[in-house]
């Protein structure tokens, strides 16, 4: 690691732990058990969003070895086919692994998830999304998540904020709407790429004959 990269890492701790001391002791401790339910929530997830990821990945690699021995219109429908799979795959795979970080350490997570809290300027409203976690996490933790935050009014400054920190920024919005849009587009991606498929033997069939 360089020296630049060691300042920056120290810089972002101070200021990580300079948000927190303004944390009040109530949203501290509802953020660090938030942390521990969605900490256990995501690895519960952790094998099915596995399968979730791999299940297309043997039908996008058959259209593009058929795409690519095939010609013209064809060809070009089947490789670009694959490349939006193959996008939605990675994507989704990105986003699986960066969560996966997130929750490596959920005291940390639960000190960004206060510091998320208190930079709001409704300090209550996010707080008791907080706590409606505590109830439970589930496998539709995330679409819970988002339901809860589209409820609460947020401006640009404090989403802009709340970017910068490396966990918590994963649990609130945008992001926590990119991840249930990416889940979903990775869960339509199985049938469609499966269709893909098909259709990529089909016209290989008809092209032998």
Do not use: H
Not at 40 to 47: E, I, S, Y
Not at 76 to 92: H, K
């Amino acid at each position: 690691m360089s020296r630049r990269q060691r300042s920056w890492g120290t810089t972002a701790n101070q200021a990580v732990g300079d948000l927190a001391a303004r944390v009040d002791g109530q949203t501290s401790e509802v953020a660090q058990r938030a942390a521990t339910v969605l900490a256990f929530a995501v690895r519960v997830l952790r094998w099915p969003s596995l399968a979730l990821l791999a299940a297309p990945v043997p039908f996008e690699l058959a259209t593009l070895v058929l795409s690519a021995r095939a010609d013209g219109v064809v060809r070009v429908l089947g490789l670009v086919a694959v490349a939006a799979m193959a996008t939605v795959t990675l994507a989704f795979a990105v986003r699986r692994r960066r969560i996966l970080s997130a929750v490596r350490e959920p005291q940390a997570l639960g000190t960004e998830l206060g510091i998320a809290v208190s930079l709001s300027e409704r300090v209550d409203d996010t707080r008791s999304i907080l706590t409606d976690v505590l109830q439970g996490g589930g496998w539709r933790i995330f679409a819970r998540l988002r339901a809860l935050w589209s409820g609460v009014a947020l401006t640009g400054r404090w989403i802009q904020e709340v970017g910068d920190l490396p966990r918590a920024r994963y649990f609130v919005p945008p992001k926590i709407g990119t991840t249930v849009t990416l889940a979903i587009a990775s869960a339509w991606l199985i049938p469609a790429s499966v269709i893909c498929a098909a259709l990529s033997v089909v016209a290989g069939l008809a092209r032998a004959f």
